[in-house]
C-alpha cells in the first residue's frame, strides 16, 4: 500500500474549477517532485491533500485511511507536513517559539523525535537566531524555519510548496543539501517546484502538472533525458 | 485613586475584548455584559455563602469562573457558527446577546440596584499624604500589576501564550501545524470572558450593580481597545489607565464634556494611527 495516495481529485476555489481528475502516489521514502508552469495547480494540490482546500470528489489516503474532510489538523496530527510556499513564519514570534508552537504534543510520533536541538543541528543558522523574532530573518532563513517548524511535528511525509523559490542561488544550494540529509534520513518528501535543476538530483520521481491535470509521469531519470518533455510543459 | 481603580476594571474588560479581538477577529460587544454578569454573581455569591471571612473571597474567584464558562459556552454554541460570515452578522449577533444578557439579569436579580459590601478587612480607609482613600481601592491597585504581570507571563512565558500570538497573524498556518485551533478559540474566549468577569466582581463593591452598568463598560471599553489597537495587549493596558485617569480628573474638571473628550481623543488617535497607539496596521 502506499504511503500517500491521491485518486481521481477535483479541487475548486468556490466556483472555479482547479485540479481535473488528479491522481499520484507516493511510495514511503521517496521524494517525488510536482513540477509545473505558474498558475499549473501545484500549490492546489498541495493544498488539498493538507485539507486546507479539500477536494470535492475523489480521494486522499494515508496509510489506506481516507483523509478528505478532515479539519487541517487532524491531518497533520496524521502525520503529513506542510511547508507553505509563500514562507509564512509568525514574524512576531521569536525563532524559539515558532519551533515550540509547532512542536508535537500528541501522539508519540516517531521513534527519534525531532526536538530543537535536532533541527538547530540541521539548520545551524537558526540556533544563532533563537532569539530573534522570525519576521527580522532572512528569505533564505525563513524558508529554513518553515522547513524546521514543520519538522517539530515529527511528519512521515513532508510536503514542500517551492521551498527554492526567491531565494539566491547560494542559499538555494544550502538548502538542496539539508534537504538531501532529510531524504537520506529516511522522510518521505513530496516537493512542488518550477526549479528543475533544484530538485533533479533530489527527486526519484517526477509529475507534470498543467492546467490542473497530470500530464507526464515517470521517473527522474527519464524526466531528465527526455528533452521534449521539458520543452512542452516547463520551458517558458 | 479612584480613577486609577476605574483604569484597573476598564483594563480587565478591555483587555479581554482586545484579546478576543486579536485571536478571533470578533468585536464582541457582549463583552459588557460579561462585566455585569460577573457583578451580579458576586452579590449572589457573597450572599449565599456563609458570612465568614473567607466568603468574599470565595465568591471573588467563583464569579469571574462563572463568567468564563458563559462565555466558553456562548463561544462553541453560537460565535463558531459566524467566524466565517461577514462582520455585520457578527455585530448582530454579539448584539443581540446584549439584549438576552440583560434580559436574562433582569429576570434573575430584579429591576433593583444590588450593591456588595466589601470584606471587613478592607472596609475602613487609610491615610496616604494626609489624604483618605478606601482601603478597597488599594486593593484593586495592588492587583493591577500582579494581573498585568500575570499576562505578560501567560502571552510571553507560556506555549499557550505562544500560541495565541500565532493565531493573532495567521490561524491557518497554526492549524496547518497540527494546532487545534477551534479549542484554542474557545479557551481564548473564555479567558476573556473570566477578565471581563473578573472586572465586574472587583468593580461590584465599589458601584452600584445595576442594570445599566453593561453599557457603560462596553463605551469605555471599546474606545479604550480602539485607542490601544485592537489585539495589542499592551496598548490596552496603557489606553486603560489613560482613559481611566481621564475620566476621572475630566469629571472632576469639567464634568459635562468628559465623554466627548473622550471620543476626542479616540476620533485624533484614529486620524494619526488608525491602527491604535500600539497596533498593527492590517496587511
Ligand atoms: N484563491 C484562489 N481563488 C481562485 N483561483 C485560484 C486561487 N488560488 C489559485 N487559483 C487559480 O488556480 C490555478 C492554480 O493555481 P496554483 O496556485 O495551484 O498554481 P501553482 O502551480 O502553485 O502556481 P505557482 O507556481 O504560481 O505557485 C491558477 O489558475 C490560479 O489562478
Ligand atoms: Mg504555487
Known amino acids: ?236 | 485613586m479612584s480613577g486609577l481603580s476605574v483604569g484597573m476594571f476598564l483594563f480587565l474588560v478591555s483587555v479581554g475584548m482586545s484579546l478576543i479581538f486579536g485571536v478571533t477577529r470578533i468585536v464582541n460587544l457582549a463583552h459588557g455584559s460579561f462585566y455585569m454578569v460577573g457583578a451580579y454573581l458576586m452579590v449572589t455569591l457573597v450572599e449565599v455563602l456563609p458570612d465568614r471571612p473567607w466568603a468574599f473571597w470565595l465568591a471573588l474567584v467563583a464569579a469571574p469562573l462563572g463568567v468564563a464558562v458563559l462565555g466558553g459556552a456562548i463561544e462553541v454554541g453560537l460565535l463558531r457558527l459566524i467566524y466565517h460570515r461577514d462582520p455585520l452578522m457578527q455585530l448582530i449577533l454579539t448584539f443581540g446577546l446584549i439584549l438576552v444578557i440583560s434580559t436574562l439579569v433582569l429576570l434573575v436579580w430584579g429591576p433593583d440596584n444590588k450593591s456588595v459590601s466589601r470584606p471587613d478587612a478592607l472596609a475602613g480607609s487609610v491615610l496616604i499624604f494626609g489624604q483618605r482613600f478606601p482601603s478597597y481601592y488599594l486593593l484593586v491597585l495592588g492587583l493591577a500589576p500582579v494581573v498585568a504581570v500575570g499576562l505578560w507571563l501567560i502571552f510571553y512565558r507560556t506555549r499557550w501564550g505562544m500560541l495565541i500570538r500565532a493565531a493573532t497573524v495567521d490561524r491557518e498556518m497554526l492549524g496547518a501545524l497540527g494546532v487545534n485551533v477551534a479549542a484554542l478559540y474557545t479557551q481564548v474566549f473564555a479567558f476573556g470572558s473570566w477578565l471581563a468577569g473578573l472586572g465586574g466582581a472587583l468593580a461590584a463593591p465599589t458601584v452600584a450593580v445595576a442594570l445599566g452598568m453593561d453599557g457603560d463598560v462596553l463605551t469605555t471599553a471599546f474606545v479604550v481597545v480602539v485607542i490601544g489597537g485592537l489585539g495589542s495587549f499592551a496598548g490596552s493596558f496603557i489606553s486603560a489607565l489613560l482613559v481611566g485617569l481621564l475620566q476621572s480628573f475630566g469629571i472632576l474638571v469639567f464634568p459635562a464634556v468628559s465623554i466627548v473628550l473622550l471620543f476626542a481623543i479616540m476620533a485624533v488617535v484614529l486620524i494619526v494611527r488608525p491602527w491604535g497607539l500600539l497596533g498593527r496596521p492590517e496587511e
Open chain 1, 1 to 236: 500500500m502506499a504511503l500517500l495516495e491521491v485518486s481521481h481529485i477535483d479541487t475548486y476555489y468556490v466556483d472555479s474549477h482547479i485540479l481535473f481528475d488528479l491522481s499520484l502516489t507516493v511510495e514511503a521514502g521517496e521524494v517525488v517532485c510536482l513540477l509545473g508552469r505558474n498558475g499549473a495547480g501545484k500549490t492546489t494540490t498541495v493544498r488539498s491533500i493538507v485539507g486546507l482546500t479539500p477536494p470535492r470528489d475523489g480521494a486522499i489516503t494515508l496509510r489506506g485511511r481516507d483523509i478528505v474532510g478532515l479539519p487541517p489538523f487532524r491531518i497533520a496530527r496524521l502525520g503529513i507536513g506542510f511547508v507553505p510556499e509563500d514562507r509564512r513564519v509568525f514574524p512576531n514570534l521569536t525563532v524559539h517559539e515558532n519551533l515550540e508552537v509547532a512542536r508535537r504534543t500528541w501522539g508519540n510520533g516517531s521513534a527519534s523525535p525531532w526536538t530543537e536541538e535536532r533541527v538547530f543541528d540541521l539548520f545551524p543558522i537558526l540556533r544563532e537566531r533563537r532569539r530573534q523574532a522570525g519576521g527580522t530573518l532572512s528569505g533564505g532563513e525563513q524558508q529554513m524555519l518553515t522547513i524546521a517548524r514543520t519538522l517539530m511535528g515529527n511528519p512521515e511525509i513532508l510536503l514542500l510548496d517551492e521551498p527554492s523559490e526567491g531565494l539566491a542561488p547560494i542559499v538555494v544550494e544550502t538548502l538542496r543539501e539539508q534537504l538531501e540529509r532529510l531524504k537520506a534520513s529516511g522522510l518521505t518528501l513530496v516537493l512542488a517546484e518550477q526549479n528543475v535543476r533544484f530538485v533533479s538530483d533530489l527527486g526519484d520521481r517526477v509529475y507534470i502538472l498543467e492546467k490542473g491535470m497530470v500530464r507526464y509521469q515517470g521517473s527522474m531519470a527519464r524526466f531528465l533525458a527526455d528533452d521534449e518533455v521539458r520543452q512542452t510543459y516547463l520551458a517558458v
